[in-house]
């Protein structure tokens, strides 16, 4: 049986700093070596290029956004 592997990536060397001090250094999940906002982008991204293409084709436009 093979198991997933999930990591929690650290990179201090891309530390993001506050303006009036402090800060973080981001972090990446991965599983099995591959960003977990990179899975997230491949499965969502078609569905969310049909909603797009829906609500052009109804009319809406970044000025005239559709009602819901």
Known sequence: ?????FEV???PARY????GGGGFPPV???????????RVR???????EREH???VAAGETAEKP???
């Open 42 to 48: 491949e499965v969502e991204l078609p569905y969310a």
């Open 9 to 11: 990536c650290v990179d």
């Open 53 to 55: 293409d829906d609500r």
């Open 16 to 19: 993001v700093r506050w303006p």
């Open 1 to 5: 049986m093979v198991l997933d592997r």
């Open 28 to 38: 990446e999940l991965r599983i099995n070596g591959r960003g977990l906002i990179d």
């Open 66 to 68: 559709l009602e819901v």
